[in-house]
């Protein structure tokens, strides 16, 4: 008899930062995560690309502020008591995702991470790496932010080509 050892599972923590967006839980790997700040209104910048809401001078370093929300496909979240910018880095570029809610940060094993459904990465879900399973609970999606990112520059050459640049 075969039984699964404990061991390697408690070796593949994955730690991961959950958000809140839209009404749904995401979670970004807290290896991207560099900090959660309250939210301010980021300054706009004439001519960014529209999913880029301004900037934001945290500690003397200007971060571009992106609307999680609208990044994902949805609607522009609105500011309130609990919005929070997700300060994250991806392959170098620090950006900041407004989120409704921080909620917590997630210690899962490994092994409850499973790849997205077939069926949804073929129908363009690919802003998902993985997805957590829970036991009694929604599974959480675990985003790939530099397909956020990379979502991010196409809207923006979109943008400049209906433009007439």
Do not use: F, K
């Not at 991207?32 to 309250?38: D, K, P, S």
């Not at 985003?143 to 991010?152: D, F, H």
């Amino acid at each position: 008899m075969h039984s699964p050892s404990p061991q390697p599972r408690a070796s593949a923590r994955v730690l991961l930062g959950c958000v809140e967006v839209a009404g749904r839980v995401v979670a970004i790997d807290v290896a991207n995560l560099r900090e959660v700040v309250r939210w301010a209104p980021p300054t706009e910048l004439p001519g960014a690309p529209a999913l880029i809401e301004g900037v934001i001078d945290l500690r003397g370093v200007l971060v571009p502020v992106v609307d999680l929300g609208r990044a994902l496909g949805g609607e522009r979240l609105r500011p309130g008591r609990r919005t929070r910018i997700a300060v994250a880095e991806v392959d170098g570029l620090v950006v900041g995702l407004v989120v409704d809610a921080a909620l917590e940060i997630l210690a899962v094993d490994g092994a409850s991470l499973g790849d997205p459904p077939p069926l949804a990465m073929q129908a363009g879900c690919e802003a998902t790496r993985a997805v957590v399973r829970r036991p009694g609970a929604a599974p959480i999606a675990v985003l790939a932010l530099e397909v956020v990112l990379e979502g991010l520059y196409r809207s923006a050459l979109a943008q400049a080509a209906e433009g007439g640049s």
